[in-house]
């Protein structure tokens, strides 16, 4: 079946600007999650969702950045006033996981921001 | 927080050497995931292995738990094994809403010679 897609791909943003970031988990999985990875770096966990439920933002770097998932499904991550510092690969991961039950996470292709 | 670590970072290979990366870690872990990383940024599930060992074709993999270590050996290795390799934990018994993240090691970069 389909894997977790990501869009867009690439993104350039002025400094300054807002961007949204949106992802497609696989479906019917009930948790998804966000990670940022810097250019040579491991992925960095920013935000996690049980369903609609936003459970954990204990990763996001500032109050610039906000995650929502309103359906459970699709989630969106925006960026409000983009800094240079925010450029980086964004990955969205899903897993079929339950609250007592670990399962593997599965990642979309990233979405790469530049901030110019 | 969990502290992983990985070794070698660096690692270059003629065409048909086997090879062993390793991950360390400072806690006791309810998921270990392996990635190959792609030259096109896509993270490639290799393993999920919390415990014990796993094969897949060339690859394999084992977790000591008790030990708080992953071995990942990669046999007979192509050129198209080369790419970033993470290896990624998650905390047991995290409590509350720390519950679900997976917290990644610095990678070991595979390149693979003809």
């Known amino acids: 079946g389909a894997g977790v897609s990501q869009s867009p791909r690439y993104k350039v943003a002025k400094r300054g600007q807002d961007v949204a970031l949106r992802c497609d988990p696989i479906?019917?999985?009930?948790?998804l999650f966000w990670y940022q990875q810097a250019l040579g770096q491991g992925p960095e966990f920013l935000t996690y969702?049980?369903?609609?439920?936003?459970?954990?933002k204990s990763g996001l770097p500032s109050d610039r950045f906000f995650a929502e998932r309103p359906e459970g499904s699709v989630s969106t991550l925006k960026i409000q006033r983009t800094q240079q510092e925010d450029s980086a690969v964004y990955l969205c991961?899903?897993?079929?996981?339950?609250?007592?039950?670990?399962?593997?996470?599965?990642f979309g292709p990233g979405t790469r921001l530049t901030v110019t | 927080g969990i502290q992983v670590e990985q070794s070698p970072p660096d690692l270059i290979l003629q065409e048909g050497a086997n090879s062993t990366l390793r991950c360390n870690f400072s806690?006791?872990?309810?998921?270990l995931q392996w990635f190959h990383q792609n030259p096109w940024g896509q993270l490639i599930n290799l393993f999920y292995?919390?415990?014990g060992t796993k094969q897949n074709g060339r690859l394999s993999a084992t977790t000591v738990a008790t030990e708080r270590y992953s071995l990942l050996y990669i046999s007979s290795s192509q050129t198209t094994d080369s790419g970033v390799y993470f290896c990624?934990?998650?905390?047991?018994?995290?409590?509350?809403?720390?519950?679900?993240?997976?917290?990644f090691g610095q990678g070991t970069i595979l390149t693979v010679h003809p």
């Open positions: 479906s019917g999985h009930v948790s």
């Open positions: 806690d006791s872990v309810n998921n």
């Open positions: 292995i919390p415990s």
């Open positions: 991961a899903s897993s079929p996981r339950g609250r007592t039950i670990i399962y593997e996470q599965y």
């Open positions: 990624a934990v998650q905390l047991a018994n995290a409590g509350g809403t720390s519950y679900g993240k997976l917290t």
């Open positions: 969702f049980q369903n609609e439920a936003q459970l954990d």
